[in-house]
């Protein structure tokens, strides 16, 4: 059976971890010296022939019914080119992260190039941020801020409510806000994310492989802080699902009282590899942050979305 975490509650784990236990503090403590080799690939800085897609700001959205008094910021991408079909799609979780210009990955203008080179087919892309919480929300570590606390809650959970929330609600609002049209298809659609937003991105696949086959996951979280810790298990445990997957870990990554993220990352490459997915493992030698996974992100995609 899939991990539940409403059986933490049953069985009284469910307490807070405090913001330092065994003498080290949770939370990520990143040497600059890690990165430091990695840059944005070249795709992340087309020149000005490149034809720019329309990213239009959706600001303080409150409307979910999947998280109720929940507010966020979504943007929207609408690739230059035209086509007549159904339009791919991908979704960032931590949108902000993969959509600044100036960040490590810029992901707009690495599918500006993407589709400028006629090397991906026309998609469309939603970058999401965690809701903000009118509510008080039970936190995995006792410091966490409200807004931390509802990203874990979305994201962490092995549960199908954050797949739902984006085939049900994130979507539809694409397609009514942009007036087109995305595809049925689950393998032209595909879940991005860094942290937790890289196990949410897994967790999307996993529990809906009807709407989206197509996994990216940096520095992914799968980790004891709501039961991820179980995934490499349950890839070895239960009967293959239509996933392909795209994982990113680096040798610097997190070690925190909830795991070790490079152990946990190599974890889940063995246990693909073990149940026959059709994977890609990349480990450097980075830390806890996009700045590896950016560099690699348009041969990510080009990857996932290779013909099958």
Same mark, same amino acid.
């Given at each position: ?163 739902? $929330?984006? %085939? ?5 609002? !694409?397609?009514?806000?942009? +007036? =087109?049209?995305?595809? /049925? ?95 890609? $493992?990349? %480990? ?5 942050? !996009?700045?590896?996974?950016? +560099? =690699?992100?348009?041969? /990510? ?8």
């Amino acid at each position: 059976m899939p991990f539940d975490p409403d059986l933490l509650v049953s069985l009284g784990l469910n307490q807070t971890i405090p913001t330092e236990v065994n003498g080290r503090r949770n939370g990520v403590n990143n040497d600059p010296a890690w990165d430091a080799g990695y840059t944005p690939c070249p795709e992340a800085f087309p020149d000005d022939s490149v034809p720019a897609g329309e990213v239009t700001k959706l600001e303080d959205w409150n409307e979910s019914e999947i998280y109720p008094g929940t507010t966020r910021n979504i943007w929207l991408y609408r690739p230059a080119v035209t086509a007549s079909d159904p339009l791919n799609l991908i979704v960032f979780n931590d949108g902000p992260f993969y959509l600044a210009r100036k960040g490590p990955a810029r992901a707009a203008q690495v599918l500006d190039s993407l589709h400028d080179r006629d090397e991906v087919e026309p998609t469309a892309a939603i970058f999401i941020a965690p809701g903000l919480p009118d509510h008080d929300v039970t936190p995995p570590i006792a410091s966490y801020s409200p807004l931390e606390a509802q990203r874990s809650l979305e994201y962490d959970q092995l549960t199908p409510r954050y797949g739902e $929330f984006l %085939f049900t609600e994130m979507l539809p609002l !694409l397609e009514e806000k942009l +007036s =087109l049209k995305v595809s /049925s298809d689950p393998t032209c659609r595909t879940v991005c994310g860094i942290s937790s937003g890289g196990i949410a991105a897994f967790n999307a696949a996993w529990y809906h492989p009807d709407q989206c086959r197509r996994v990216l996951s940096h520095c992914g979280s799968y980790t004891d802080i709501w039961g991820g810790h179980n995934y490499p298990s349950l890839i070895r445990q239960q009967p293959r699902k239509p996933i392909r997957a795209y994982l990113q870990s680096g040798e610097n990554d997190a070690n925190t009282p909830f795991g070790n993220w490079a152990f946990a990352n190599q974890a889940m490459a063995s246990a693909l590899a073990f149940a026959g997915y059709d994977y890609h $493992f990349e %480990f450097g030698q980075g830390g806890h942050s !996009l700045n590896h996974g950016g +560099s =690699l992100l348009a041969d /990510s995609l080009r990857w996932l979305w290779r013909p099958d």
